[in-house]
T-cell receptor, first 113, second 111 residues
Framework: GAGVSQSPSNKVTEKGKDVELRCDPISGHTALYWYRQRLGQGLEFLIY????????KSGLPSDRFSAERTGESVSTLTIQRTQQEDSAVYLCASSFRGDEKLFFGSGTQLSVL | QKEVEQNSGPLSVPEGAIASLNCTYSDRVSQSFFWYRQYSGKSPELIMS????GDKEDGRFTAQLNKASQYVSLLIRDSQPSDSATYLC???????????FGTGTRLQVTL
């Protein structure tokens, strides 16, 4: 596609429910990042995928968070048993071979009631 | 100590003035430095990258890097109201895969 695509753009869920967020990177981009941005805050690194290498999961805040990526394509971020503090914008970005210029998607606004 | 630190602002400058945005980082082996601009409600976009000590100019933007002081800055000359946004400093360490962002500085350019 022309850019990084994220879905859904907005998600409202009840505390305790599981949610799945999707990211479709730019075709040919081998690197994919997930970041979280709380209201008025900076970007918090969650996880990084590069090709077929083991992902860098060092930013995942708890075992409720997990992410998968199929080859060099779509990635899903799953949050289990959501909590109110999980409310944030979840941003996905991709880059070419780990080149540092990241292209960001428009994000998923997650609201946990 | 945060890995990448920025003043949150807001930094207010009049139209036509020079805006100076600053960033410090903690890891001495960091090698790559970036400035992203984020308009309210939008996603970040890359505006400058710098890898070696000194200045790098691109139009009205100049990035400055001082590795000895672990300091990187962004100067915006002839500031315009359209420059009003949050500017995020990002750092990549050679052995790490992730790009670490600061919390951003909100810039307001006033008429």
């Amino acid at each position: 596609g022309a850019g990084v695509s994220q879905s859904p753009s907005n998600k409202v869920t009840e505390k305790g429910k599981d949610v799945e967020l999707r990211c479709d990177p730019i075709s040919g981009h081998t690197a994919l990042y997930w970041y979280r941005q709380r209201l008025g805050q900076g970007l918090e690194f969650l996880i990084y995928f590069q090709g077929n290498s083991a992902p860098d999961k060092s930013g995942l805040p708890s075992d409720r968070f997990s992410a998968e990526r199929t080859g060099e394509s779509v990635s899903t971020l799953t949050i289990q048993r959501t909590q109110q503090e999980d409310s944030a914008v979840y941003l996905c970005a991709s880059s070419f071979r780990g080149d540092e210029k990241l292209f960001f998607g428009s994000g998923t606004q997650l609201s946990v009631l | 100590q945060k890995e990448v630190e920025q003043n949150s602002g807001p930094l207010s400058v009049p139209e036509g003035a020079i805006a100076s945005l600053n960033c410090t980082y903690s890891d001495r082996v960091s090698q790559s430095f970036f400035w992203y601009r984020q308009y309210s409600g939008k996603s970040p976009e890359l505006i400058m990258s710098i890898y070696s000590n000194g200045d790098k100019e691109d139009g009205r933007f100049t990035a400055q890097l001082n590795k000895a002081s672990q300091y990187v800055s962004l100067l915006i000359r002839d500031s315009q109201p359209s420059d009003s946004a949050t500017y995020l400093c990002a750092v990549k360490t050679g052995t790490a895969s992730k790009l670490t962002f600061g919390t951003g500085t909100r810039l307001q350019v006033t008429l």
